[in-house]
């Protein structure tokens, strides 16, 4: 029910960034990539030790991939975060 009305309702939907409490900071977005990025480098590492059976190499491939796309899925969530469409 409550979740119904977060998603249906005009007045929630019409509010502006510092008025809709349930928008995301940046600090939360920086914490969901870093969570997200920890999942995802391991399952990096690990499809990277599989293919060449080296540790070293699959840890340097996942050291990047970490960085890459940490800095990326920061700018994806603040970008979405402009968008009003969905809130």
């Known amino acids: 029910m ?3 009305q977060m998603i249906f309702s005009k ?12 928008s995301e900071k940046p600090v939360r977005s920086i ?3 870093l969570s997200w ?3 995802g480098t391991l399952d990096t590492l690990i499809v990277s030790y599989f293919l060449t059976g080296k540790i070293s190499l699959a840890a340097s491939i996942a050291s ?3 960085l890459t796309k940490l800095i990326l899925y920061f ?3 603040r ?5 009003k469409w969905g809130k």
Request: charged letters at 30%; a negative charge; proline letters at 0%.
């Open 2 to 4: 409550i979740a119904d």
């Open 11 to 22: 007045k929630i939907a019409n509010q502006s960034f510092e008025e809709d409490l349930s």
């Open 31 to 33: 914490a969901k990539a």
């Open 37 to 39: 990025r920890v999942v």
């Open 64 to 66: 990047i991939d970490f």
């Open 75 to 77: 700018f994806h969530e």
């Open 79 to 83: 970008i979405w975060n402009t968008i």
